[in-house]
């Protein structure tokens, strides 16, 4: 009997002294080298190739900048396991360096789970203020996933000037949403679960994408559009298609030479001031063509002025 | 008798058949410019002596008129056929006709070219004439600069803009215009408006023209080129570009320079309505 109680009081104590440890990052941290105090927050668990995995975050209060922005930016990002080994971890800068600019990171983890595999999907966003608005917030999304027991990127973090979209269905692609400069495209990148790697689900130099829709109801009540039959480079009589108010239109699809690149999922350099080191982009060039079908007539149309006769948005 | 003199008449006038396109007072002596047989052009003084003749091309047309100056005048032949069209401009020297020089393209960069804030024109420091030139579509007046004492014709006004390092490039011109629209068939046509007479500056706005639109042709822009073909002299427009005002409306204001849009405004290309 005596040796049970001293069993559990044993175990009572291991349990006191790990919680602590655990809960360490929950609790104000004043460092050395910062005046304004870290509070930390914990994201999880999330259970990915029958391990557990939580997101740790430690933060600091956003200097307010010219704005009077206020809450916090993220100034470290660790993945722990459940022994509260860290898997990942990367740092970011707490101040901009531009006077009277107000920066604030964020971070947030979401299980993602396809046919043949689950990960962690981070995403880590920058808010910088004053900015003027723009069709689409960039972003950076990193894919983590159990290879051989450990916990490791899929590529480097994926600039996007977009989001990711959900699948209706586990899938094992994921659905950028990114801005073409007057519209968005879904781009699908695959998942290759076994071996840890992304790569674009289309194999083309330059692809014909799916396309979002758009508001169009700004247009003017009476405009036209220059509609090519092809994507071509000159396209030399597009077609003056009419355009009004009850017209129907429709945004097919979208053709571009998006150029893909994973970064490198080696990690971050460490470095705070710089914490995308490893990004990776996906990039769409200026010259984009749309498809629309307008009261049922299909064309491409690709210039400028096409896309402001239909008032499709624009970047300033 | 009678009988017989009239059809030598006939016959003669069948042989020698004559056109005369005018007579013309120019410092104070008349001239008559005639066409024998369709094919040769002749210029008579007053005591009917041949002051200036030459051979005309089958189907070249002819017309002849006085180009008044400030105290002096000048004879303005104007020749045409279905491809081009090109003038002389005579002047009295000494007591005959004589032809006046051609105009000669101006380098970029002339003693009297002005340029202000990044564009210029050069301006007519003596007379100017207007040739009514046919640019394929509509009529643009072409400014030509005439010194009639020393007996010479320039550009009457060429326009420079700044072009970074390549220093002046030349640009098309203002002018005025002279149109005869056709009938537009359809509801609607569109055209691409563009605020200035270049496709570099901003994009078009799309303007569609319903069939019963008013259109106002304001101006015309153009580089024109001088050639010179024996001893007459043409003016040779490009890059042409004309300013719209549509339905009275200041958002339909601008500027079109393509045959879709020209033909969408009424003024597909065609040959010269003379």
Redesign the interface.
Known sequence: MKRLVVLIAIAAAIAFFWESGRNKVQTPIATESAKTESTGRRLGPFVIGGSEYRVVLEEKPRLPGSTQETGNTVVKMEIQDSMGNVAYERTFPVQTELEGFSDAWSVTATVLAGRTGTGLMINYALDSEPSAPTPENDSWWQLFGVIDGKLKAFSGPISVQGDLLPNDSASDVLRFKVWAHHYRIMFPVSVNWAEGKLAPAMRCDSCEYDVLPEDLSDRDDLTFVRLCPTVQGECANPQRTLVNKDSVIELVAGHAAVQWNEGSASGPSGDPNHPMTNEGTIAVPEQVWLKVRIDGKEGWLHEEEDFTALRLPFEQ | MQLAAFFVAIAFAVQTPEQSLGSFTVAGQTFTVIVRNSSQLEIHDQSNAVQYRKPMQPGLSVTAKLAAGNGLAGLLMHYTNDNAESWQLFRLRDGKLGLLEPPMNAAPLTANAIVAGGRGSLLAARETIDLRTWGGNFYLIVPLRVDWQQGRTAPGQQCFEMAGAAGLAEVGCEMRVEAVPKPRNSD?T?V?LFNEATENMG??????IKKDANIEYLAAKAIVKWSTSGDEFAANPSDIWLKVLIDNNEDNLGWIHTE?DFAAVGLPRQKAER
């Not at chain 2, 994009?203 to 569609?208: F, G």
């Open positions: 609607f569109f691409r994009s078009a706005r799309h303007v569609v879709e």
